[in-house]
């Protein structure tokens, strides 16, 4: 017994004190070697002065290195070092031991291990040394983590997980679980997997997915799942079977997933895929795959289908007026007419543009499809009050039918597309079914545009001149030049033949670039056989409109080494009609550069006569209308004098007679030109000049 009462070694009380030694000894051996509990003990200074195997492997070093250092150099005990310390120190103060806990320690090269730890007193008469045993379970605190952190996983996953045993029995269920299939715990716990539970009821379907799930262990899918309420819903399942270490299943594990909501954005990517933004009709893909279906269909029962292809007439118009958002509105409107006018097997697509394409599937004969597109019409045609505006518009309207226009996708819809631009050309506001004959007038017409192109390269084009007199002298003053196309196979062609196919080939800026160029070199001919003769040449819309016009018409007249006062550029009131500062600038570039300009046609349209004086005009042409169409006396005078007051010069196009000469004598018209012309030039020898 020592001093403070405590037994050193109780065990072996009353043992012979050989004997003990002996036990002593071989308790020291046992505790050196034991691998499973790192011992240590220290002295009151804090120096280690025993260290067994398991120790010093657990700092990093051997037993001789251990002894003799601090104990906190060996193991540092991490973030509640403090508190360990005071641990210690109550060990040593009241001679009892150390609570035992689970610590972190650092060793010396910076490892952390988890340690089961406990701390001894050992007395020697008065306490000699604390000795302290460390069990290692890093591994088993790591497994406990993994394990914690599943839990956690598995009860706050938002997908349902159902856990079973080996038979099948739910074993453990995750609070999703009741939040997507409305089954509480109890309702699950105990109950066998049927996937009933989880609202799949397909039994071939669940026979088919047990029988993948016991060959590979795993099967996974999307199905329709259905709440305890009722309700339908679409879902993901993900089976798992869970084998033990002799490879029996010993748990199954089933994670549903709600995808009602993925799929309902799908569906909606989708819709936006195949729907027209403006209209929410179908758009072209979504129509390419129904008339595929409708065409299988039509095919297998020997039925017919139309294929109504419509473009609004003169749309284009109602955006540059009223703009786009009334444009859109009239959109809209016309959709859903469009769409009363069907059935509901029927489909209604915008291509985009003004362009609406419906299939009508399944149609009794040809006469229900002009029926339709009379509907169509007369629908469309109705009056329409978008915002404050009151509009009307009408439709023209292309038929193909299945199987006589074309037993294809493209050859119906381009068919259908053929019928409706005849029906344009036909007057607008109408329908045209189908036939071949349009097709062999499309080609003859691609023809002819080709023919147009290649015609510059070739030369194909020429120039006739008309004379342009003067009313009191009769003297040549001017000549307007004319294009002329020599084809191949048509002979002569007036422009009335070819322009508006240039105009829409885009052909109209080389071509009159070309007359621009060929007009003053001939006028250059003629200065120098000594007639100084004015050349006139027309303007379309398209070359006032280009960049580099003055550039154009200085190049024609450097290389024809023209002056430009013998150059009369012509202008359409289409020009004047753009209006701007813009316009008045450009015609101020061209008056600049020496050339005159004139009027073209004066008196058909414009209607701000007001602003005739804003323009650099020297010219005005009184149109031909007013000459050939009924002599219309007072609307020529009144040019005449117009003219007079804005200092300009006055022609008459379209003389044909010496009484309509002799009123522009008259009325002081400065000069003519027309048929009457002609033969005056031609009788007084001047109409040689021109050649
Ligand atoms: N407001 C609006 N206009 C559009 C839209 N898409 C195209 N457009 C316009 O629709 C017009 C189509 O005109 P076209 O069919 O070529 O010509 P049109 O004036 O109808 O003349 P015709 O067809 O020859 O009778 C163009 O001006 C386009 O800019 C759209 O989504 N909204």
């Not at 035992?100 to 910076?110: E, F, L, Q, S």
């Not at 003629?526 to 003769?533: K, L, N, P, R």
């Amino acid at each position: 017994m020592d001093q403070s009462g405590h037994s050193s070694f109780p065990a072996l009380a009353g043992q012979p004190a050989q004997e003990a030694l002996g036990w002593i000894t071989r308790l020291v051996a046992a505790l050196e070697l034991t691998p499973l509990v790192a011992v240590c003990s220290i002295d009151r200074a804090g120096i280690v002065r025993f260290c067994n195997r398991a120790c010093a492997q657990l700092c990093g070093m051997t037993p001789q290195e251990a002894v003799g250092r601090r104990l906190d150099e060996l193991l540092s005990r991490g973030e509640r070092g403090a508190e360990h310390a005071a641990l210690l120190e109550a060990v040593w103060r009241t001679g009892h031991n150390g609570p035992a806990g689970d610590w972190i320690v650092r060793t010396p090269d910076g490892r952390e291990r988890w340690v089961y730890s406990t701390t001894v007193p050992i007395f020697h008469g008065e306490l000699g040394q604390v000795f302290c045993m460390d069990v290692d379970i890093t591994s088993r605190k790591h497994a406990e983590r993994t394990l914690q952190l599943a839990a956690q996983v598995f009860e706050n996953s938002r997908d349902a997980i159902l856990l079973t045993d080996g038979r099948r029995r739910i074993v453990s269920v995750n609070r999703a679980c009741a939040g997507i299939t409305g089954y509480d715990d109890a309702e699950m716990l105990g109950q066998p997997l049927s996937l009933h539970r989880t609202g799949v009821e397909d039994e071939a379907f669940l026979r088919e997915v047990w029988t993948q799930l016991e060959a590979v262990d795993h099967w996974q899918g999307e199905t329709w799942s259905r709440r305890k309420g009722g309700d339908a819903f679409p879902a993901w399942l993900s089976l798992t079977a869970i084998r033990d270490g002799h490879g029996q299943v010993s748990n199954y594990m089933a994670i549903l997933s709600d995808i009602s909501e993925r799929k309902r954005s799908e569906e909606h990517t989708r819709h936006l895929a195949e729907h027209d933004y403006l209209t929410d009709l179908p758009n072209r893909v979504l129509l390419l795959d129904r008339l595929s279906l409708a065409l299988s269909t039509a095919r297998r029962k020997g039925s017919m289908l139309a294929l109504l292809f419509l473009d609004l007439d003169r749309f284009k118009p109602v955006n540059d007026t009223l703009g786009h958002q009334v444009g859109d509105a009239l959109l809209r409107e016309v959709a859903a007419r469009l769409l009363h006018c069907v059935r509901k097997v029927d489909t209604v697509s915008r291509q985009g543009g003004d362009e609406f394409v419906i299939i009508l599937a399944d149609i009794g004969g040809i006469d229900h499809a002009a029926h339709v597109a009379e509907a169509v019409r007369q629908a469309i045609g109705q009056p329409y009050r978008i915002g404050e505006h009151a509009l009307r518009i009408s439709a023209s309207i292309g038929v193909s039918i299945f199987p006589s226009d074309g037993d294809d996708i493209d050859t119906l819809v381009k068919n259908a597309d053929v019928a409706m631009y005849h029906a344009k050309e036909g007057g607008r506001d109408g329908f045209r079914f189908f036939s071949a004959s349009m097709n062999e007038r499309i080609a003859l017409r691609a023809d002819f545009e080709e023919g147009l192109r290649r015609a510059l390269d070739e030369q194909q084009f020429e120039l006739a001149f008309e004379p342009e007199l003067d009313v009191q002298s009769g003297a040549l003053v001017g000549a307007e030049a004319l294009v002329r196309w020599r084809h191949p196979q048509l002979g002569l062609l007036l422009p009335e033949r070819f322009l508006d196919v240039a105009e829409e080939a885009g052909l109209m800026v080389p071509i009159g670039n070309w007359v621009l160029r060929e007009a003053c070199r001939h006028a250059r001919a003629w200065h120098d056989e000594g007639h100084e003769v004015v050349v006139a040449v027309n303007l379309s819309l398209g070359q006032f409109l280009q960049g580099d016009l003055p550039q154009q018409v200085q190049a024609a007249l450097r290389e024809a080494g023209l002056a430009a006062r013998f150059l009369e550029l012509e202008l359409t009131e289409a020009i004047i009609m753009q209006g701007g500062q813009a316009v008045v600038d450009k015609l101020r570039g061209l008056r600049a550069l020496g050339v005159r300009l004139s009027l073209d046609d004066f008196g058909t349209g414009w209607s701000r006569l007001g602003q005739l004086k804003d323009y650099p005009i020297d010219k005005l042409k009184i149109a031909q209308a007013f000459l050939l169409d009924g002599f219309d006396a007072t609307v020529i005078r009144t040019i005449i004098a117009l003219a007079r007051s804005m200092d300009m010069t006055v022609i008459a196009e379209g003389v044909e007679t010496a009484e309509q000469l002799e009123f522009l004598r008259g009325h002081g018209c400065d000069q003519y030109q027309g048929y009457y012309a002609v033969a005056a030039a031609r009788d007084s020898g001047q109409g040689g000049v021109l050649h």
